[in-house]
């Protein structure tokens, strides 16, 4: 581990003073050869899916897991996006001069070295090895055991690009023990790593923030909520809802609990439960739900989960300071979405739910790099300090202050 990493530390400056030119062009590049090894790509996809079927993964994992010529070219796409982003490194964020004389200037650098840890969807790896490159930064790449085969190749397409343009392939790596014990070792590697970003499951989080030494920034759980006020377009509120739930639901950005307020519920909950058979969903529910419609009980522990499947619970609430404050006990910080048509209504919700990302009259789906136009992220933050919400280029940066003078002495 310390010889992988210090080969990695050895290429942080090399990166940072890439020129923007040459790294558009490296990742124009990339995404080139994405698409030129797409059948390769596929291939190794497939040992991972065999495996998962050997391992009786859940369909949702499945999901995240499976890569097709579709999803490669997303990919693809999703570099020449990053490429085409604003410069995000030596921007001027702020300047003055005080009255001694000394011109001071906030510019943005590079973070340094970012490893990410992450599970079950491979295309990460394009997109935040593409996202630190653009910022200047090295990438340590920690991919779950499940994507073993299509993590390798794909760092190895994106190397031999690096290698092509004589950059130091070390810029991109990708950790090659799978296990937890790996995990356990790299985060507390604080002298060759500026950054760990972990995004995966609660137990993964939860280890990582008890035990590195390395600062943190997380990918937490994506317990999403979705409120339909007395004042929502009930065609609208149906719609959303159901594209919230149902669209993938084994996204972190999937709404896990539907909270109805008490005047709408006999009008919306019969066409929503129409709307959740047919796609199959489990529905959870609270007592007075129960009086309209035929599903089982929701605990206490239920209001808590993360299903990253398709199961959801539902709530009836008297009124919009009731669904805030379920949502503000209950949420990981993640995504929020009010349906209503009355203004004052979504902007109470929006200024008091405190999470990262509050809807009004969308789909909690639409928080992602890409929606944002970021062309990917590197993680979700459910943090408050540095980043919060789809991470960015300029997520992955911090500053430095350049002080110009001309002689002056304290």
Same mark, same amino acid.
């Given at each position: 581990?310390?010889? #992988? ?27 080139? %050869? ?18 998962? +079927? ?31 982003? !604003? ?13 001694? &004389? ?15 840890? /992450? ?7 394009? $997109?935040? %090895? ?12 920690? &991919?779950?055991?499940? =994507? ?18 004589? @950059? ?6 990708? +950790? ?23 995004? &995966? ?12 030494? @390395? ?13 339909? $006020? ?10 959303? =809802? ?22 709408? %519920? ?9 709307? #959740?058979?047919?796609? !199959? ?20 522990? $239920? /209001? ?16 919009? $300071? ?7 006990? /209950? ?14 209504? +979504? ?21 992602? &790099?890409? %929606?944002?136009?970021?062309? =990917? ?34």
């Amino acid at each position: 581990m310390i010889e #992988f990493l210090k080969k990695a530390k050895k290429a942080k400056k090399e990166i940072a003073m890439l020129t923007t030119e040459v790294k558009n062009n490296i990742l124009f590049e990339m995404a080139d %050869a994405l698409i030129e090894e797409c059948n390769y790509i596929i291939e190794n996809n497939e040992k991972d899916m065999s495996e998962a +079927i050997l391992s009786n993964l859940s369909k949702d994992i499945k999901d995240r897991l499976l890569l097709t010529g579709e999803r490669i070219v997303d990919m693809s796409n999703a570099l020449k996006e990053i490429a085409a982003l !604003k410069e995000p490194i030596n921007r001027v964020l702020d300047g003055w001069t005080v009255q001694n &004389g000394l011109n001071i200037q906030k510019v943005s650098i590079p973070i340094g070295v970012i490893a990410i840890i /992450y599970e079950s969807r491979p295309n990460v790896t394009s $997109d935040v %090895a593409a996202l630190c490159l653009k910022s200047g930064n090295v990438c340590i790449l920690k &991919g779950g055991k499940e =994507a073993k085969h299509s993590n390798q190749a794909i760092t190895k397409i994106l190397r031999n690009v690096l290698e092509k343009n004589n @950059v130091s392939k070390e810029v991109i790596s990708l +950790i090659p023990n799978n296990d937890r014990e790996a995990v356990a070792s790299l985060i507390i590697q604080d002298k060759y790593l500026d950054l760990i970003i972990p995004r &995966g499951g609660e137990e993964l989080i939860k280890f990582v923030n008890k035990n590195a030494s @390395v600062p943190v920034i997380k990918h937490d759980k994506g317990l999403c909520h979705m409120y339909l $006020d007395k004042d929502a377009n009930h065609n609208k509120a149906i719609t959303i =809802a159901i594209n919230a739930k149902c669209q993938r639901p084994g996204v972190c950005n999937a709404m896990e609990t539907l909270l109805i307020h008490k005047d709408v %519920a006999a009008y919306l909950l019969p066409p929503l439960h129409e709307k #959740f058979i047919k796609e !199959k969903t489990q529905i959870k529910a609270c007592t007075e739900t129960r009086t309209y419609i035929d599903v089982q009980s929701a605990t206490l522990e $239920d /209001y808590h989960t993360e299903y990253l499947a398709n199961i959801v619970n539902i709530k009836v609430v008297e009124n919009v $300071d009731e669904a805030i404050e379920h949502i503000n006990i /209950y949420s990981s910080g993640h995504s929020e979405s009010i349906i209503s048509e009355n203004y004052s209504t +979504i902007n109470k919700f929006l200024d008091e739910v405190d999470s990262a990302c509050v809807y009004a009259n969308a789909s909690t789906r639409f928080t992602d &790099g890409n %929606a944002f136009g970021f062309g =990917a992220e590197v993680g979700i933050s459910t943090n408050k300090l540095h980043a919060r919400g789809p991470m960015g280029v300029n997520d992955l940066t911090t500053f430095k202050y350049k002080i110009y003078g001309n002689g002056q002495i304290k």
